[in-house]
């Protein structure tokens, strides 16, 4: 189970951090990421982490937000900085587990909305 945390109501150039916790047993080779879906539009890929410590942005992030995770605490973090109006959406983390196949989990979402 992946709990989310940490969205809200900034102004445009404000920062957020948020946070998802995932409970229970956690196969060791896996990834954590954050997507994102605004209203009228498919949910997309934000940023993403890997067990081992590999990221990987979308164009829109890179520079401005910063994914990292502690393994211990089975938590991936997502500091956003100099967000602007186009950054509002719903944020939904998921962890993606590498077993004999693939399987993903995905927490329940938060919502980030950033005023002009």
């Known amino acids: 189970q992946l709990q989310a945390s940490g969205g809200g109501l900034v102004q445009a150039g404000g920062s957020l951090r948020l946070s998802c916790a995932a409970s229970g047993k956690i196969f060791s080779i896996n990834a954590m990421g954050w997507y994102r879906q605004a209203p009228g539009k498919e949910r997309e890929l934000v940023a993403s982490?890997?067990?081992?410590?590999?990221?990987n942005y979308a164009e829109s992030a890179k520079g401005r937000f910063t994914i990292s995770r502690d393994n211990a605490k089975n938590t991936v973090y997502l500091q956003m900085n100099s967000l602007k109006p186009e950054d509002t959406a719903v944020y939904y983390c998921k962890l993606r587990e590498f077993l004999q196949r693939a399987l993903d989990s995905w927490g329940q979402g938060t919502q980030v909305t950033v005023s002009s």
């Open positions: 982490i890997s067990s081992g410590g590999s990221t």
